[in-house]
């Protein structure tokens, strides 16, 4: 993923959730960044298959991380 990209997906992360602390770190995969809010990694955003110039963010939710039931 290019510089370019990765700059405009965070600003267009941290509008979306409201949350100034978001930054994407590049990965070794050059299709992809790692997702950070404040110093916790949440997911990862990978450029689409179609290359359209769409992305697909991926955050997995761990059941010990949620309040019980």
Known sequence: MNESDQKR????LKRTFN???????????????EVYVDDEFVGIVFE??????S????MAI???DLPPA
């Open 19 to 33: 949350h100034g602390g978001i930054k994407l770190k590049a990965r070794k995969q050059a299709d992809s960044v």
């Open 55 to 58: 992305f697909m963010f991926e």
């Open 48 to 53: 689409d298959e179609d290359g359209d110039g």
């Open 9 to 12: 997906l965070e600003t267009y």
């Open 62 to 64: 761990l059941g010990e």
